[in-house]
């Protein structure tokens, strides 16, 4: 058996399972999202959102067997970087279900893309050097930042990181 915790300040969702299945990841973490949305804030001053922004932020997928990380630097001078890593683990075990040993790999998170950014109100933007453009809807909570892709509405909750690299 796993368990799966998906924690935040205000809510702890925990699923019991012999694996945990995609679906119920996704559920997870649209109850999480709903739940933190309403004590949610946006910024409307310009200036305000801009430097609320500012930092190395982290966004984590738990999923049976590993998890993946996102990294968003956002540089105080317009400079971003963008990068991402996976790190997956097994148990191993025989026929009996005795234990056999344990496997773990990882991907490094490489910079997958460098460019500029700018935030004005509510939407943050990033121009990569390869010309392509991310656009999120951003709101604050406790110190997380939120982001809707207005492209795929996908929602995240990226954590701010104490110190930037």
Known sequence: MQLAVVNHPNVTVRILNKCVP???DTIAQ????????????????????????????????FYSGGH?????????????????????????VDSMGNWQ????????????????????????TLKMEDDTYIEYEVSFNRGDLITTNTTNHTRR?????????
Not at 69 to 77: C, R
Not at 157 to 163: A, G
């Open 101 to 124: 040993g344990f496997a773990e790999a990882a991907s490094n998170a490489r910079p997958d893309g460098r460019g500029r950014w700018h935030c004005n109100g509510n939407v943050l």
């Open 68 to 92: 993946t990380e996102l990294h968003m630097l956002l540089a105080a001078d317009g400079d971003c970087l963008y990068s991402s890593g996976t790190r997956l683990s097994m148990t191993l």
């Open 30 to 61: 649209r109850r999480l999202a709903a739940a933190i949305a309403k004590h949610s804030t946006t910024c409307t001053d310009q200036s305000e959102s801009q430097s609320r922004c500012i930092g190395h932020w982290i966004y984590e997928e």
């Open 22 to 24: 995609r679906s119920l």
């Open 157 to 165: 909750i990226w954590s701010k990181q104490k110190r930037m690299l």
